[in-house]
């Protein structure tokens, strides 16, 4: 198929699919075929471009040159100039940008409920959420809108939504991908990521996307990362730490953790207690006050905008951090590099942590009598991970009553490709799309 | 010599410099002796102990097994049932603790002033400050009392007093010797030091130290760095930012870097203003706040001993952190990170960057003159290196005006070798010892 071809098929899917709270942005057709038409001539002049005609959604937090970037708040929104690197590399690769989707605010949420451009539903059932952050990218990638794309990761708002979606979500290392151009949530957490249905084709834009740009201090260069033992070792929580999940999905863990034994993994049980009790300090102590920092003063700007414009839960999060003192910081950062050495050194040399990838599946309903509970309890396996520097994969591993369930690998800092390998041995044959809008 | 003659000869040495206020604690030397001859027995029963009979003196806000840590405060002193990893793996490599010596008060200062326990006098002209916070490892080393002693450093105080003493003094990477069992100024910025006359000696006890504890959550295991390209790129400063130095200084620098081109190292003068600007942070800002984290409270509850027991410029600096918010700590953070990115990309590639150790030699009158100026010229060169995550190395670099003159290697993490080949070239031939007690 052409890029022409597949832009074309994108549009009439996005419109067959009916979810037009996905989107934040969506450009004219005849603007982005036009884009499509160069990378065809591109293509056929001999340039190489890996991923010529991939279509491509972009989280509403990350800049697109001409597009406003409004975070979810339309009273914040500024008009970029340039691409973010992120989103420049994967164009310079051929990949044609629709356009920016809907967001929870200022990427705080876990439920995609959280937005004044409309709560975004799920793939599968339109009566539950979509998950967040990155709502929007998660369920235009689900429905076949689009073959790939970005969200953004703090506390799982990048795995998450493709648990709750049935799709891929690469959390890379923190740096891996720069973060320039991004709206912060917590700027020294934030990790931009990948959706897809394929995963080889979400490592694929996470390495065209990775590398120091010069400008983001926190970029990294990739580092070599040691290759997966024969026989690896993979870590999994006791069943303490598997209550309360969502009916089936404790059995359909079980069943993800049998078939990887069975692919030759060894397969240990871990406490993981001071790693979840390390996650309570993204939210729970002074940590918070990196969102204040990024963009409590706009809040406090808009104060009247809370309950229209500015959500009032994501308002009420970001400026707890207000009156947090920075010895209360020093301190929670010392209490969370306790608990990391701990937790990490309980893994037992595992090369991952396999876990479902969130808890439940709530319905708007649901979240909406209980906006911060309900996320809450989603964040239970995806919270910890960018405080100590883990890197992730969220890959669907199955139905369970009709809707995805899903699991995650959570393994050390540039163990990415690491996960990839052994996430190819869980992740469940790519299901049907379901359109059900 | 034995062990024990290298005991004796210490206590002797110590007798004849007349530098009492260099220690807080020193051990009975029947005791030591009773070590050193444990020493000297397995030495001849064939055991490999690489610093068998060194004798070491060990900063007093360090463990050491059996003796007080006082950080420089009475009201502080605990009594730790064992030795801190770094002292540990000193003696079981045969070296023999003396015991524990003076310092600026909870490491928090430059001048080796700051102390209850008496102002420590430089080696070389007891007008004059030793330099600090680890003012009497120093100088006990400098008038050859003990081999090597330990240090620590957070703005310097590992570098300031080797250059003003004219001995090495060599700063780790943060993490390379594990932090515990040291009182913390800024936890996630200290390291342990070493002073020796020798480089030699010095590296071989960093080398000997190093290693993840298990316990230390900020321990890293050293990273296998590049070997030194033929022809090395080394960066100096621009005459900008050498200007005020001490009469002489400049003149002795530029010599130094003469010597190094002679070498057969190519130089660069770099702009190195961002890096003086991110110094500012370490006081300036909401980071002073992981000191307060780490003694604010004892200090609170303390007040009373403001003057006599409590130093009162440290308690100053201590509590300036009180009040300061967490969103400011990141805004502080964020800032950092900028400008190391653009101070250290403009070394251009450059595998050090060489400046003089510090700006000055105060006498102990200019220091109570003005506490804070005094000692705020002395860091500007060594401010920046912990908060950006650098390796550095202090030598002795001639003599001046009949007192030592020092240079200083500022490099990547984990460069610590490549530093130590560097300083081969430009530290001055060992100086014969003055007392002058």
């Not at 809108?145 to 990048?158: C, K």
Request: net charge negative.
């Amino acid at each position: 198929m052409s890029a022409v071809e597949r832009v074309r098929a994108a549009y009439a899917r996005n419109a067959e699919a009916g979810r037009p709270e996905a989107w934040i942005t969506l450009r004219p057709e005849a603007e982005v075929l036009a884009e499509a038409a160069d990378v065809d001539r591109r293509v056929r002049a001999g340039e190489r471009l890996p991923l010529a005609g991939t279509v491509v959604a972009v989280k509403d937090n990350i800049d697109v040159a001409g597009l406003p970037t409004t975070a979810g708040s339309p009273a914040y929104a500024y008009s970029p100039a340039e691409d973010a690197p992120a989103v420049a590399r994967l164009r310079a690769a051929g990949g044609i940008v629709l356009g920016k989707t809907n967001l929870d605010q200022f990427a705080t949420g876990l439920v995609g409920t959280r937005s004044p451009y409309g709560a975004v539903r799920s793939a599968w059932d339109p009566t539950r959420i979509s998950g967040g952050s990155s709502s929007g990218s998660a369920v235009l990638t689900a429905l076949g809108v689009v073959d790939i794309a970005l969200g953004t990761d703090t506390a799982g708002s990048g795995r998450v939504p493709a648990a709750l979606n049935g799709i891929v979500g690469v959390k890379p290392t923190i740096g891996l991908v720069p973060t320039t151009g991004v709206v912060p949530a917590c700027r020294t957490l934030d990790c931009v990521t990948v959706f897809a249905r394929e995963l080889n084709l979400a490592r694929e834009a996470v390495e065209l996307m990775s590398g120091p740009d010069g400008v983001d201090p926190l970029a990294r260069a990739d580092a070599p990362a040691a290759p997966l033992d024969a026989r690896p070792l993979v870590a999994v929580p006791t069943a303490e730490h598997l209550e309360g999940l969502a009916d089936g999905w404790a059995e359909a863990f079980q069943g993800v953790v049998s078939r990887l034994a069975e692919s030759g993994v060894d397969i240990v049980e871990v406490d993981i207690a001071p790693l979840l009790e390390a996650a309570t300090l993204l939210y729970g102590g002074a940590f918070v006050a990196e969102r204040t920092a990024a963009v409590g003063d706009f809040i406090q700007e808009h104060r009247d905008l809370i309950g229209t414009e500015i959500d009032p839960t994501v308002a009420g999060i970001v400026l707890a951090g207000t009156e947090a003192r920075a010895a209360d910081y020093f301190r929670d950062r010392e209490k969370l590099d306790r608990l990391g050495l701990e937790g990490l050194a309980r893994l037992g040399g595992a090369v991952a942590l396999l876990t479902p990838t969130t808890t439940w599946h709530p319905t708007l309903a649901e979240v909406a009598a209980d906006p911060l509970g309900a996320n809450s309890r989603m964040g239970r396996f995806t919270n910890f991970a960018n405080l100590l520097d883990r890197s992730a994969l969220a890959v669907p591993a199955g139905v369970v009553d009709g809707r995805p369930f899903g699991v995650m690998l959570t393994g050390a800092p540039f163990a990415d490709r690491t996960l990839a390998q052994l996430a190819e041995r869980v992740a469940a044959p790519p299901v049907e799309l379901f359109v059900v809008g």
